[in-house]
């Protein structure tokens, strides 16, 4: 913030520097600061990017606990750790995992469902301990060549685009709806005990009590429950989708903005639409699959069948046009989300076409007189 314009090279050279001052961080494997220095690069790096993507009058200012997309935030509470290819190592039958560095932390069991006993040594690039609510995780990046592990999905001869909303999930453009779980509404009411509990049993002081810490605890614990099963229910939809279309279409929606209603917020981060987004890109890339996402905008006012604007309130349910055509108000959104989509696909392969067929009239001219060419600057 003092000093715009700081890049690598000072970041590194300042890291060196606090490393002297705290006597915890000699104990770290030195991978672990390189890692740390390149997440605050990344960070910073993003905020530029911000800047250069929109002026200054329309990012939100920092606010102390804020999210805006102004100054990256501080972290206060760091619950990971990284390493590159040093400071740990797996036992030979992959079970135990044995971390070297001087923090003591000594050989784990590893348990859960990923086998990593397929991967060889050389493939895991990164390794990570991440504290959550429940427990210590190890992560494990693993450089892979996906043409190895994903087999190509048959195509399914369909496209589908869908309309995302907070009373259903999704309304798709064939008139398939899914439902909203809102597991966070389902939660709502333990949460809320969980968190007075937490609450009641703050004393102040300089030490927290082990009951306050304990109702912390489990409040926590609810909470980590709770975004588990979003998580697990948008990647479920995200797959579903990706396997039987070919081309989905949805719409880019800036989430961030609609949090700021505040009526809204919390249903909308319950919907998880940005998980659900990036999971659809994701297993998209994965299995060769097209997502496509366009602007949002009077996708719910165009009549999808005839093209004219049909002014609803967000009350009115159902559209219905002067050209006849009644549907579902999200099943007409879909269906012009679909349009939009295709159309954006279709646009480059007519540019793809136009740049061929004038390649293609060039090389037909240029085998008649040359008083034809005349525009052909080599004449
Ligand atoms: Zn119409």
Redesign the pocket.
Known sequence: MDNPGVGKTELFRHNTVIRAEYSFVKELNSHACQTAVERTLRAINRFYDNCKKSPRAERTPLIKGGRGDGYPRFKHNTRSVEYKVSGWKLSKNKKYITFTDQKHIGTLKLIGSRDINYYQPEQIKRVRIVKRADGYYVQFSIKLDPRDTVKPLKPSQKAIGIDVGLKEFYVDSCGGILSNPKFYRQAEKQLNRANRQKSVKFKGGQKPSRNYLKAKARYALKHLKVSRQREEFVKRVALRLIQSNDLIVCEDLNVKGLVKNRRLAKSISDAAWSKFRQWLEYFGDKYGKIVIAVPPHYTTQI??????K?KKSLSTRTHI?????VADRDENAAINILQLGLSRVGRTLTNAWGDLSSSLIDENLSGYDGSLNQESPCL
């Open positions: 009549c999808s069948n005839c093209g004219n049909v046009c002067n050209c006849g055509y």
